[in-house]
């Protein structure tokens, strides 16, 4: 697991970064004050995590290319953020994000947190479903928050990360990516990512929130379980392109901090309001699969809590959880 803070790696990595061209072994050694052989590890080490590093002889080392990695310092780098992903802890593989967010929650973990990972081995869907998550291709991010609202509003920050999810696809790629109730996000009618949110309260106060997010960005059509229930796609087979995935991160924490903060001053109404406009199936008729009974009507928009209405001829139905279909 690698967390934030900064190590003598990182800071090698960031003098390069931000180098001119080349910069050489002996004015790496005197900024950060260690020895030309433990510059040479450095370079080494950076070298084995995929960083492209030229040594050209007499003028130093150059950066080339940087490796598509979710460590916490490529999605640091040129963080606009004030406090989501100012901590990060970042996992080759865990469980879940989310069940290791929830334990860092409980122990104080301070709000805006990220925990993200290459790869989950449980990574866990709706309703108890399984998400898959292979490594090396897509976002696997749980953010914890500790909203200062009553816990029966908590299920509105769902609708907040949704937008922040479909906004960011599309100002990042140019896609257009849409929202599906409850926690789906879409590209041609395929679903691109989910969300799973998940709280830990007391009577009266929010303690703290897990905002999940499963997106799939570069993940090719083999890597898709075969048994999926629904048409699934990624932004790789959306648009034939592979996506870097520490700058999409990135993105993506910067739309959800904006809309967090916009739901916290202003209320749920704006967000309700991007939220539809996100929407794909707004005034159509749809199906509704309750699990215990299938409901069909016109899908009339969400309520302040965030629960679908339904037009079954004529009667509003409330509906609160189940899946949607056209
Ligand atoms: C769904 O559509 O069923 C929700 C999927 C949520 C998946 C994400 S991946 C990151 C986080 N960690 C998990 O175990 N699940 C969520």
């Known amino acids: 697991m690698h967390d934030s803070r900064h190590t003598a790696q990182e800071e090698v990595l960031s ?130 928050l500790r909203p200062p609202i009553a816990p029966h509003r908590a299920p509105q920050l769902t609708f907040v990360s949704a937008v922040a999810v479909a906004q960011a696809i599309n100002s990042f790629s140019g896609l257009d990516a849409r929202v599906k109730w409850p926690n789906d996000i879409l590209i041609d009618d395929c679903k691109v990512g989910g969300l799973l949110n998940e709280m830990s309260a007391e009577s009266e106060r929010v303690h703290s929130v897990v905002l999940g997010i499963g997106l799939n960005v570069n993940m090719t059509a083999s890597q898709f379980p075969t048994d999926l229930r629904y048409p699934a796609t990624s932004l790789f087979l959306s648009s034939g392109r592979k996506w870097p995935r520490a700058a999409l991160a990135r993105h993506l924490f910067e739309k959800l901090e904006q809309l967090y903060h916009q739901y916290l001053n202003e209320g749920f109404e704006p967000i309700l309001q991007q ?52």
């Not at 050489?24 to 050694?29: F, P, V």
């Not at 108890?128 to 291709?137: C, I, L, M, N």
């Not at 009974?293 to 969400?302: E, K, M, S, V, Y």
Request: proline share 2%; glycine share 12%; net charge positive.
């Open 15 to 144: 003098l390069l970064r931000h180098a001119d061209g080349c910069i050489s072994g002996e004015e790496l050694s005197r900024r950060l004050g260690i020895s030309r052989t433990a510059i040479w590890k450095h370079i080494k080490a950076l070298r084995s995590h995929g960083y492209e590093i030229r040594a050209a002889s007499g003028r130093g080392y150059q950066l080339v290319q940087v490796p598509d990695l979710l460590s916490p310092t490529e999605i640091q780098n040129g963080l606009h953020t004030r406090f989501i992903a100012r901590n990060v802890y970042a996992f080759d593989q865990v469980d879940s994000t989310n069940h290791q967010a929830m334990l860092m929650g409980e122990e104080g973990a301070a709000d805006g947190t990220v925990v993200i990972a290459d790869a989950q081995s449980s990574g866990k869907g709706r309703l108890g479903r399984r998400w898959a998550s292979p490594a090396g291709v897509n976002l696997y991010a749980s953010i914890v």
């Open 275 to 326: 939220w539809e406009s996100l929407c794909c199936w707004q005034g159509r008729v749809v199906e509704v699969d309750r699990g215990t009974d299938r409901i069909r009507g016109r899908f009339a928009g969400l309520d302040q809590t965030g629960a679908l209405l339904l037009d079954a001829g004529g009667t509003l139905e409330k509906i609160y959880s189940g899946d949607v279909r056209p």
